[in-house]
Each structure stands twice: as structure tokens, then as C-alpha cells.
């Protein structure tokens, strides 16, 4: 069925390091595909989004970009911050049943001054 | 003003109770969800309406009943809670292939 696979965490970095976070995906049908952050005792927040191949999705100095041909949606950002610090998910839609969220495991990330 | 709205946020109850959770969207969004995040941060989803008409049922068990009593609420009611339902339940809302927007979450505990 459809999945999402994200690298395991926690990650931890300093301040104004990269930040790669891995997102892969299975999907029968064209799925949109989103990156979610949840910072501690708060809801999911949507942080970028693509709906179609190639598509590159950008907030708050975060980018991922939509690849077909090696199904990722890899999350980056040039420079961390502290305030970075929660948990992100890797999620995709899939239209064709009922617009279904299906999320990856998240990802904690760590980000020390 | 919040766009989608949960409560409580916190419920702390005995096994075998009955509670619910209510959720509240002011988006004029045509679907809603209910989503379970584990104690590992694992989220699933639960229940999906479209226009008060359930079109997402995951393997959930009968003792969750969703309720939407028109397109801007979803409630969840539990039946005789077990220690396993702790978790926090996540209520959303999106207009048709959109992004969702999650509620703050509801972190139930059974004692």
C-alpha cells in the first residue's frame, strides 16, 4: 500500500548547520506531498508542500523538492536554528481515497546553540 | 481566531468511561478528519468526512463512534476507554485536495 519512509532520529546539530532530513514514498497514484513540523505540545503545522513532479516547495528557508524518479521528498535547510527544533513528518494525499494524509514516522530534530 | 479547534485539550479519565472530544473548523472546509498520534509520535488516521458523510474508516475499534452533526464539526466518542486508547487524537480539516489543518490535540490518558 501507500507509505512514507523517513530517516530515524533524533537528529542533533548546531546552530547554522544543514539539515537533510530523508523522505521517500510509495504511492499507487499521484500523490501530493507535504512536510509537517510539530513543535513541542502543539498541533501539526504545515511547512511546504508539492503536488506534482519537480515541484519545489519552500517556507521559512526550508526546500524540498518533488522527485518522480527516485519517489523522495528530501527536507533542507542551509542554516539551523534553535527555534527549529520538533518534530517533522514527511506525509502524501492521495486523492483517489478520500484525500488521505498518510504520514511517515517523524523525525525529532535536535538543534543545540 | 483558531481555525480548527479541539476539546478538551486534556482528559484524564478511568478505564471503562465514556467520553468525547469535540472539534470545530471555521475554514469552510468540506472535510474533516481524525487522526491518533502514539506515544512514539506515530500518527494515524481514523475517520474521514466529506459534507457530514463518512468516506474514511481505518481498522478502528466500534467503541470510536465519529459524529458530524454538520460540515464544521467532527466529534469523537469513546466507549468503555482502555488504557490503550491514551494517545493524543489530532482533529483536522481540508477543502477537497488541499492541505489539512490540524487542530492543537486532544492528549487523552487512561488511568
Known amino acids: 500500500g501507500d507509505s512514507v519512509t523517513q530517516m530515524e532520529g533524533p537528529v542533533t546539530l548546531s546552530e547554522e548547520a544543514f539539515l537533510t532530513i530523508n523522505c521517500t514514498y510509495t504511492?499507487?497514484?499521484?500523490?501530493?506531498l507535504f512536510w509537517y513540523v510539530q513543535y513541542p505540545g502543539e498541533g501539526l503545522q504545515l511547512l511546504l508542500k508539492?503536488?506534482?513532479?519537480?515541484d519545489k516547495g519552500s517556507n521559512k528557508g526550508f526546500e524540498a523538492t518533488y522527485r518522480k524518479e527516485t519517489t523522495s521528498f528530501h527536507l533542507e535547510k542551509g542554516s539551523v536554528q534553535v527555534s527549529d527544533s520538533a518534530v517533522y513528518f514527511c506525509?502524501?494525499?492521495?486523492?483517489?481515497?478520500?484525500?488521505?494524509?498518510?504520514f511517515g514516522a517523524g523525525t525529532i530534530l535536535r538543534v543545540k546553540s | 481566531d483558531t481555525a480548527v479547534s479541539q476539546t478538551p485539550k486534556y482528559l484524564v479519565t478511568q478505564m471503562g468511561n465514556d467520553k468525547s472530544i469535540k472539534c470545530e473548523q471555521n475554514?469552510?472546509?468540506?472535510?474533516m478528519y481524525w487522526y491518533k498520534q502514539d506515544s512514539k509520535k506515530f500518527l494515524k488516521i481514523m475517520f474521514s468526512?466529506?459534507?457530514?458523510?463518512?468516506?474514511i474508516n481505518e481498522t478502528v475499534p466500534n467503541r470510536f463512534s465519529p459524529k458530524s452533526p454538520d460540515k464544521a464539526h467532527l466529534n469523537l466518542h469513546i466507549n468503555s476507554l482502555e488504557l490503550g486508547d491514551s494517545a493524543v487524537y489530532f482533529c483536522?480539516?481540508?477543502?477537497?485536495?488541499?492541505?489539512?489543518?490540524f487542530g492543537q490535540g486532544t492528549r487523552l490518558t487512561v488511568v
Open positions: 483536522a480539516s481540508s477543502q477537497a485536495a488541499t492541505e489539512a489543518f
Open positions: 504511492a499507487t497514484g499521484y500523490p501530493s
Open positions: 468526512y466529506n459534507n457530514k458523510e463518512l468516506i
Open positions: 475554514l469552510g472546509h468540506d472535510t
Open positions: 508539492a503536488t506534482k513532479a519537480d
Open positions: 506525509a502524501l494525499r492521495i486523492k483517489e481515497y478520500g484525500n488521505k494524509l498518510v
